[in-house]
Every structure is written in structure tokens, then in C-alpha cells.
């Protein structure tokens, strides 16, 4: 956690989606500093590296994996140099994800910007589940964490398919929850609210106005942290957490409780 307690995580391996900006990278930082081996695994290959040097800079250890989570060669391929590197998985995160370029009501939606969000938010977490699965079970089990969204549990006006998608990942996950709660891999969700990340400033045009709106509408007044999802990742992969079974744990400093 990021608090005193330490988890120990050494020996450990974690494979991380999306790792290369905003609430992968700062999970991935967060499971280096509890002892574990990182894959960082995202399209880009400049914030990869990046990541990977920030982990190495504290003393951790990484390893960069460019991967299009929609692509299951990529999948498979980053998945098989995590064992090749590492030797084992315990732990997923599987959070590469996109927000929709531009809001329009359902009868509006272009089918196209509908196929890419459920591609990458959705079929790429089931994707990258179907791959991990196996690797996890070869050891004996472990934890996975999907990324929903405030989006996944209640409707957003304008935004059909990344509500579809996000509702989605809970539904995905709680089955796969079922399917392997006997054979010991816990699969749990996170659901942010507004978290500070580069998709929020792309959002809000990261303009004071933009960013006052977003406030406007969390109870906690302020956007979250990347930080704080990390937090509830690596807890929910931790023992502390070994009751926790299909969860979707909101984070949203109150924004979907109104
Ligand atoms: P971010 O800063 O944009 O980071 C997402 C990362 O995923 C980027 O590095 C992006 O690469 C990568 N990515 C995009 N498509 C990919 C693909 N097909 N395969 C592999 N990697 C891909 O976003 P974030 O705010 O950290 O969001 C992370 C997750 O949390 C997303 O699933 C998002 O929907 C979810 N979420 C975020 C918020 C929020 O307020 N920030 C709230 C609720 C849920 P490029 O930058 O090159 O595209």
C-alpha cells in the first residue's frame, strides 16, 4: 500500500496494460515499490521506456513490452517475454483503456468510434484475461484487477459505448470471477471517478474551466489521484483482500453515490 505497511510482493511478478501513462504507470510504480517484477505493457514504446526508468531510477524492476491489447499476437507475445523475463505471473492489471473522442446521443453514435472503444476497453480486457489466466493458474493462482469506470455503474448521456464498454468490463469480470474463485485467482474491478491523468486533461482541454466543471460534480471537490486507484490495486491483489472476489470497488470521491 502507499501508506507504512509494506506488501510483500518480492518475487512477485505483475503485468500491467496501459502502463505508460496515468493510473498504469503510477500502478506500476506502486507494485515495483512492494518488492514486485513489472511488465509494463502499452502501444507506446516512449512512455514504456519511461516508466520502466522511473522503477529502475528507485531501485526496482521492469520490463518494457510494447502491446495493442486488441491484438492477440501482441498479447500472447508480451505475455510469453513476461515468463521468458520472469519465469511466472501472479498478478494483472489489465487497465489500457480510451475515452471517447467526442460525446453524441445513441441514434448519432458513429458505429465506428463504437467498435474502437469496445475493442480496446472491452474485448482487450477479456483478451488479455484469456491469455493471463492460464499463467496464473500454472503457479498456483494470484489476482487480477480489470478497470471499469464511474461509467461502469451508472449511464453517461452521450457516451453509449465507452457506458457499454465500462459496464461491460463488471459483467466480464464477475463471470471470470466465478469461473476461477475455486482455483484460486481473485479477479476484482476498479471503478475511478475524475482521476488527474492525461485522458482527464484531453477531457476537460486541461483549461481551468475544464477542469472546474469536472470539480464541480465530485462531493470530494477535487479530482483523484492516480495514486489512490493504485492504492485499491494493490490492496486488492494483497492478502488482505483474499475474501474479495468480483468486487467493483468505486473510487470516486462520491461522484456516482449522488
Ligand atoms: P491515459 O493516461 O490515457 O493512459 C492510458 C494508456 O493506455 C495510454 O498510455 C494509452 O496509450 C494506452 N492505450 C490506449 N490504447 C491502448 C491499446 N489498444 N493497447 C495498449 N495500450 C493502450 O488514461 P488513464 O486516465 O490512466 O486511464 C486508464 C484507464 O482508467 C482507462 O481504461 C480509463 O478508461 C480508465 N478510467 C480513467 C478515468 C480518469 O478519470 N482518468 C476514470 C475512469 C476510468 P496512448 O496514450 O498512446 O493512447
Known amino acids: 500500500m502507499t501508506g507504512n505497511k509494506k506488501e510483500n510482493f518480492t518475487g512477485k511478478v ?6 505508460a501513462s ?21 502501444i507506446s514504446d516512449q512512455g ?21 491489447v486488441t491484438q492477440t499476437e501482441d498479447v500472447k507475445a ?5 515468463i521468458d523475463t520472469f519465469g511466472r505471473l501472479d498478478f494483472a492489471f489489465n487497465n489500457a483503456g480510451i475515452e471517447p473522442s467526442k460525446p453524441a446521443p445513441t441514434a448519432e453514435y458513429e458505429e465506428e ?12 480486457v477479456f483478451l488479455c484475461m484469456k491469455y493471463e489466466i492460464p499463467l496464473i493458474l500454472k503457479q498456483g493462482g494470484g489476482a487480477i484487477v480489470n478497470v471499469s469506470s464511474g461509467a461502469g455503474v451508472i449511464g453517461i448521456k452521450g457516451s453509449p459505448a465507452y457506458s457499454a464498454a465500462k459496464h461491460g ?36 482541454g486541461d483549461t481551468p474551466e475544464g477542469r472546474a466543471k ?9 479530482m483523484g489521484k492516480p495514486e489512490e486507484i493504485a492504492a485499491a490495486v494493490i490492496w486488492l491483489c494483497s492478502d488482505a483482500a483474499a475474501f474479495m472476489v468480483g468486487h ?8 456516482t453515490i449522488q
Open 48 to 68: 514504456n521506456q519511461d516508466t520502466v526508468r522511473i522503477i529502475e531510477e528507485r531501485g526496482g524492476k521492469a520490463l518494457a513490452v510494447r502491446c495493442d
Open 78 to 82: 508480451a505475455l510469453n517475454k513476461t
Open 113 to 124: 468510434e463504437w467498435n474502437r472503444i469496445i475493442d480496446i476497453d472491452l474485448r482487450g
Open 22 to 42: 496515468g493510473i498504469g504507470r503510477a500502478t506500476a510504480l506502486a507494485f515495483a515499490r512492494e518488492g514486485a517484477s513489472v511488465v509494463v505493457a502499452d
Open 169 to 204: 468490463v463488471i459483467g466480464l469480470t464477475r463471470a471470470a470471477a466465478l469461473d476461477y474463485a475455486a482455483q484460486n485467482i481473485r479477479i476484482n474491478i476498479v471503478c475511478p471517478g475524475y482521476i488527474d491523468t492525461p485522458m482527464m486533461d484531453r477531457f476537460t
Open 14 to 19: 505483475a503485468f500491467i496494460t496501459g502502463a
Open 214 to 222: 469536472v470539480i464541480a460534480e465530485e462531493p470530494a471537490g477535487r
Open 248 to 255: 467493483a470497488m468505486v473510487i470516486d470521491g462520491g461522484q
